[in-house]
C-alpha cells in the first residue's frame, strides 16, 4: 500500500532552519502535486505549499521568502526547507500527495511530524 513518511521534525530556536523530507513508498506509478501543510496549537489546518508535477510552486503569504519546496522524483521525496523561522511557525507538519496508482489515482497524508520553534 502507498505510505507517506514524514522525518526532520524538532525543537529550533527562533531565527533557526529545519529540512522536512516526505518519502512515499507502495506501488506508485507516478505522484503529482506534492503537499505540505500545518496545524498550530488551536488553530486549523492550513496548506504551506505545494509543488506540481512539473516543479511549479506556490506558497501561503506567511512562509513566502522564508520556506522553499522542492522534489526529487527519483526518489519520490518532497522536502520542505524552513529558514528564519518563528515561534508561529510552531505545529505538527503534514506531507500530502496526489499519487497514481495501478488502479486509481488518490490523495495520500502522511502522519505528520513536530516542529516546535521557541522564542
Known amino acids: 500500500q502507498v505510505q507517506l513518511v514524514e522525518s526532520g521534525g524538532g525543537l529550533v530556536q527562533a531565527g533557526g532552519s529545519l529540512r522536512l523530507s516526505c518519502v512515499a513508498s507502495g506501488p506508485i506509478f507516478n505522484t503529482n502535486t506534492m503537499r505540505w501543510y500545518r496545524q498550530g496549537p488551536g488553530k486549523q489546518r492550513e496548506l504551506v505549499a505545494f509543488?506540481?508535477?512539473?516543479?511549479?510552486?506556490n506558497y501561503a503569504d506567511s512562509v513566502k521568502g522564508r520556506f522553499t519546496i522542492s522534489r526529487d522524483n527519483a526518489k519520490i521525496t518532497v522536502y520542505l526547507q524552513m529558514n528564519s523561522l518563528k515561534p508561529e511557525d510552531t505545529g505538527v507538519y503534514y506531507c500530502?500527495?496526489?499519487?497514481?496508482?495501478?488502479?486509481?489515482?488518490?490523495?495520500?497524508w502522511g502522519q505528520g511530524t513536530q516542529v516546535t520553534v521557541s522564542s
Open positions: 500530502n500527495a496526489d499519487i497514481r496508482t495501478a488502479s486509481e489515482t488518490r490523495n495520500y
Open positions: 509543488i506540481t508535477g512539473g516543479g511549479s510552486t
